[in-house]
Nanobody
């Protein structure tokens, strides 16, 4: 499956952005979808994940309560709604797709076989 991330941009602290991750295949519904981010000079960080049905979501500690992941199976698209953005949220955000995952592996980038290109989010103070 090919993934296309979009929606990044420049926003002031406290603002919001919504990222989209469009998949190329109808089998999109068979994959976990996650978002990771990587800031300059830092390691890749797990942001959020959503399971196959969309009934379960998972978040990294740094974004809990501010970010919301969702998916629209009919549109083969997943979303990351980011509210109350902070300068430390500045990073390249990438979406990834993986098969059936156990909960302990969800935050691990190595668990995902498909990656989209990143989209840059810049939060100014």
């Amino acid at each position: 499956v090919q993934l296309q991330a979009s929606g990044g941009g420049l926003v002031q602290a406290g603002g919001s952005l919504r990222l989209s991750c469009a998949a190329s295949r109808r089998t999109f519904s068979r994959f976990f979808i996650s978002w990771f981010r990587q800031a300059p000079g830092k390691e890749r960080e797990f942001v959020a994940a959503i399971n196959l049905s969309g009934g379960a979501t998972f978040y990294g500690n740094s974004v809990k309560g501010r970010f919301t992941i969702s998916r629209d199976i009919a549109k083969n698209t997943a979303y990351l709604q980011m509210n109350s953005l902070k300068p430390e949220d500045t990073a390249v955000y990438s979406c990834a797709a993986g098969g059936s995952l156990i909960q302990s592996t969800i935050p691990s980038a190595s668990a995902y076989g498909y990656w989209g290109q990143g989209t840059l989010v810049t939060v100014s103070s």
